[in-house]
């Protein structure tokens, strides 16, 4: 048989086992909820694992865009929809680690208030800057700043995001005087420095990728962990920077949404993480697809929120 043929007869197959074992759900569109701006890399992301999961639920799942706080007034928003299986989202790291170390009065609790379809994979944060910039790594960057009167300005998608602390971290291990600037998403943050009215922002990798392959932007350094995506730009640490983290992109649902719903949609996401189109897209957006069981990232959750309020706490990162 046709190798396509086949591959395509597999994916029909499997989409039908898939939506066949929990009759009567889904009977009506499903919603995913994004907390993030339009056009930014969880946007991106979303759209992509949107079209997939409508494939394998039969049924229409609408995007909608709920940016604000560092994501955590779209969270608040799942934390209190109805747990009935018709409202999903995407989260990271700043929704569910990093707001419960910035927000004493966080509106939602990361851990008890969701329940995990598992993780979608890893992304790296990467400090990007007009080419006209003259630094071009973090020794450079150094060297810039003594030569400046003034803190230098970094732009990153919210106060208490991701790349909020890439920059205070690199500012607290270097010394290197920086000065805040928060957006409310990743594309304008790309669209100010290409157009150079900001010099030097951190964006996730999905929206990093192709302004630097096409040399609209540069960039100096990633501040996780060195990206397939973009290989020859180099980690903090391999810059003499203390500090390597990943982006890890998660599925959630309330808690209390019933467990064979859970496990219906667990398993699409597994499934369709395993498709070699989506990881082929994933990859050329940044992130390495890795599924990792609903419960087995729960538990990652609520180990790590306390190291996270540990560099927030060096770093002064408080927003209430």
């Known amino acids: 048989m046709n190798k396509v043929l086949a591959g395509a007869l597999l994916a029909v197959a499997t989409t039908g086992a898939l939506a066949a074992d929990e009759p009567g759900y889904p009977d009506r569109p499903v919603r995913m909820l ?16 949107a079209e997939r999961f409508a ?63 598992g993780a979608i994979g890893n992304s790296s944060i990467v400090m990007i800057a007009a080419n006209q910039y003259p630094a071009n790594n973090v020794r450079d960057l150094i060297a810039q700043s003594r030569k400046d009167a003034a803190p230098i300005q970094y732009a990153s ?11 205070e971290v690199l500012s607290q291990k270097t010394g290197i005087p920086l000065q ?12 100010d420095i290409i157009g150079n009215h900001i010099s030097v922002g951190f964006v996730d990798m999905v929206t990093a990728t192709p302004f630097v392959q096409e040399g609209k932007v540069k960039a100096l350094a990633v501040c996780t962990r060195r990206s397939p995506s973009l290989p ?19 599925m959630y649902v309330p808690a209390r949404t019933p467990k064979p719903v859970v496990d219906k949609l667990s398993r699409i996401l597994e499934t369709t993480l395993k498709e070699p189109e989506v990881a082929r897209k994933l990859l050329s957006l940044g992130i390495t697809a890795k599924y990792v069981p609903g419960p087995e990232q729960q538990a990652a959750n609520a180990r790590d929120i306390p190291m996270w309020k540990a560099i927030a706490a060096q770093a002064r990162i408080k927003l209430d």
């Open 34 to 49: 994004l907390p993030f701006s339009a056009g930014g890399g969880g946007d991106i992301l979303g759209r992509l694992l």
């Open 157 to 167: 998608w919210g106060a208490g995001s991701t790349g909020h602390f890439c920059g």
């Open 232 to 250: 020859n730009v180099p980690s903090y640490q391999e810059q003499g920077v203390d500090f390597d983290r990943e982006l890890t992109w998660v």
């Open 180 to 191: 805040h600037v928060p957006y409310k998403g990743t594309a304008q943050i790309v669209t």
């Open 55 to 117: 494939a394998h639920l039969r049924q229409p799942v609408v995007v909608e865009n709920k940016p604000g706080a560092a994501g955590t007034i779209g969270t608040h928003a799942v934390a209190t929809a109805a747990p009935d299986g018709y409202t999903i989202m995407i989260g990271g790291m700043s929704t569910h680690q990093l707001a419960p170390a910035t927000y004493n009065k966080l509106p939602y609790d990361p851990v008890r208030d969701f329940q995990s379809l």
